[in-house]
């Protein structure tokens, strides 16, 4: 298994700033997953991040938008750039441990922008 | 990647057996069948999951038949702490990682 947790737990922002959510997992993984889950809707996946190569991104999700480190096998970030009100949402993280079937996720980012 | 299909909702009372089917009619041969659990304000938690026939474990069963194009989540003597979003996945063996989630399915569970 693994425990994970996200910094901040929510946050209101205004229009046109941005915010770096952090992801921290209590063990090494390779792959960690960055998800967003509007109100009321279902997970979409944002992009896959890996340790030393570039992330993944998903079909309408791109870099400049939301850029994402991973500087080492314990931690990631992801900043959401100019946001607007359409950004308001809640990101996760997530990792694969445990086996390569089981997916953990934190307890994710609740945001506000107005 | 197969695409999943699962009731919008269900309600249900406490002390009863919920059984939430999903349909997965295009899956693939080396596809497995994974389930997640969703409270308001978490993350998905993983519950079961399966290739074939019935896995069961301390928290759920679930069922496959022969032909893998559903499978059931058997939730037994649901509780208030079961309501929640049950998300249907199906996803390959090898290869991609990342999950794709659908719709899901809300439970609620009444006193």
Same mark, same amino acid.
């Given at each position: 298994?693994?425990?994970?947790?996200?910094?901040?737990?929510?946050?209101?922002?205004?229009?046109?700033?941005s915010?770096?959510?952090?992801?921290?997992?209590?063990?090494?993984?390779?792959?960690?997953?960055?998800?967003?889950?509007?109100?009321?809707?279902?997970?979409?996946?944002?992009?896959?991040?890996?340790?030393?190569?570039?992330?993944?991104?998903?079909?309408?999700? +791109?870099?400049?938008k939301? !850029?994402?480190?991973?500087?080492?096998?314990?931690?990631?970030? /992801? &900043? =959401?750039s100019n946001?607007?009100?359409?950004?308001?949402?809640?990101?996760?993280?997530? +990792?694969?441990?445990?086996? !390569?079937?089981?997916?953990?996720?934190?307890?994710?980012?609740? /945001? &506000? =922008?107005? | 990647?197969?695409?999943?299909?699962?009731?919008?909702?269900?309600?249900?009372?406490?002390?009863?057996?919920?059984?939430?089917?999903?349909?997965?009619?295009?899956?693939?041969?080396?596809?497995?069948?994974?389930?997640?659990?969703?409270?308001?304000?978490?993350?998905?938690?993983?519950?079961?999951?399966?290739?074939?026939?019935?896995?069961?474990?301390?928290?759920?069963?679930?069922?496959?038949?022969?032909?893998?194009?559903?499978?059931?989540?058997?939730?037994?003597?649901?509780?208030?702490?079961?309501?929640?979003?049950?998300?249907?996945?199906?996803?390959?063996?090898?290869?991609?990682?990342?999950?794709?989630?659908?719709?899901?399915?809300?439970?609620?569970?009444?006193?």
């Open positions: 298994s693994a425990v994970i947790s996200q910094k901040p737990s929510r946050d209101i922002c205004q229009r046109g700033t915010l770096t959510i952090q992801c921290q997992v209590d063990s090494q993984v390779t792959m960690m997953f960055w998800y967003r889950q509007q109100p009321g809707q279902s997970l979409t996946l944002i992009a896959t991040a890996n340790q030393g190569s570039e992330a993944t991104y998903e079909s309408g999700f +791109v870099i400049d939301f !850029p994402i480190s991973r500087p080492n096998l314990t931690f990631s970030t /992801l &900043t =959401v946001m607007s009100p359409e950004d308001s949402s809640i990101y996760l993280c997530s +990792v694969e441990a445990g086996g !390569p079937d089981e997916q953990y996720f934190g307890p994710g980012t609740r /945001l &506000t =922008v107005t | 990647l197969a695409k999943t299909t699962q009731p919008i909702s269900m309600d249900s009372y406490e002390g009863q057996e919920v059984n939430i089917t999903c349909s997965h009619n295009n899956i693939a041969t080396n596809d497995y069948i994974t389930w997640y659990q969703q409270f308001p304000s978490q993350g998905p938690r993983f519950i079961i999951q399966g290739y074939k026939t019935k896995v069961t474990n301390e928290v759920a069963s679930l069922f496959i038949p022969a032909d893998r194009k559903s499978s059931t989540l058997s939730l037994p003597r649901v509780s208030l702490s079961d309501t929640a979003v049950y998300y249907c996945l199906v996803r390959r063996g090898t290869g991609r990682r990342a999950l794709t989630f659908g719709s899901g399915t809300r439970l609620q569970v009444q006193p």
